[in-house]
């Protein structure tokens, strides 16, 4: 329950087969975060480990989404006049 931030009586609604494959899943989840964990304390202590982690979850985590409100795409885009002369053409 805890580990799923349920709460006791939606634990109790789910289907038995739901609640094992959960309940099978705790552990393995539990063992990459402390094989994580692991790893950090282990960088703590090498220098060269570290940069080696840190380059790890660099590339794990990746590039970050970049999210646009419409007013700045708006100001951001110029009209293809190419492509709407074309447009025109076949319209």
């Given at each position: ?41 282990i ?20 590039e ?28």
């Amino acid at each position: 329950m805890t580990f799923y931030s349920m709460p006791y009586t939606e634990v109790m609604r789910l289907p038995v087969r739901a609640f094992w494959f959960m309940s099978g899943q705790i552990s393995r989840i539990s063992a990459e975060r402390d094989m994580r964990s692991l790893q950090i304390a282990i960088a703590a202590q090498s220098g060269e480990a570290a940069q080696k982690l840190i380059e790890t979850l660099e590339k794990e985590y990746g590039e970050p989404p970049v999210k646009f409100d419409q007013a700045q795409l708006a100001l951001n885009e110029q009209p293809d006049q190419e492509g709407l002369a074309f447009l025109k053409t076949i319209a």
